[in-house]
C-alpha cells in the first residue's frame, strides 16, 4: 500500500514539476520582458511605465514558492555534504527521512499562515499603488500555493524513504 502511494505521488508531483518549471520559465521570460520593454520605451520616448519595473518584484514570489518543493525533491537547495560523505546508506536514509519530515511541518505551519495572510488581504480588498491595479492577496497567494507544492513533495520524499529503509530492512 506504501509503494502504491508512493507511486501515485510521484506521478502527480511529476506532473507538477513539469507545470511549475514552464510557470517559471514564463515568469523569468515575463520578468526580463518587461525589463527590456521599460529601458527600451523610456529610450525612444523619454518616459516609461512603472509597472514595468515594478512587475518583476510583484512575480519574483510566483517564482520562488512555488519551485520549494521540486528543489527539495532534486535535492537542489541549501546543504551541507560533509556529513553525507561519512554516513552509511542507512543512515543516510534515516537523515534525508527526517529532512522531509522537518520540512513537511514547516510546509504546513507556513501553508496555514499564508492561507490567513492571503485571506486577511483579500477581506481588505487592498491593490498595489502601480499604473495597473494589482490586488494584494493575489500576491501573497504564492506563499500557501508555494507551501502546498512543497508539502506534497516533501511527502513523496517520506514514503520514498521509508520504502527504502523497508528494503534496507530486508537485506
Known sequence: MLRAALAFLSKTNEW?????YL?????V???????????????????GYD????????????LVFPLLGPLLKSGS???VDVITTILTSRQLSWLRLLIAVIALLASIVFLVAGIEATSLYLML???MELEIEIPIWWVYLAFPTGFGILALFALELILFELVALYDLGRS
Open 16 to 20: 507538477l514539476e513539469k507545470a511549475i
Open 23 to 27: 510557470l517559471a520559465i514564463f515568469l
Open 77 to 79: 537547495h541549501i546543504k
Open 125 to 127: 480588498g487592498q491593490v
Open 51 to 62: 509597472w514595468f519595473i515594478e512587475l518583476p518584484p510583484i512575480l519574483t514570489s510566483w
Open 29 to 47: 521570460a515575463n520578468m526580463v520582458l518587461a525589463l527590456f520593454l521599460s529601458a527600451l520605451i523610456r529610450y525612444v520616448s523619454g518616459t
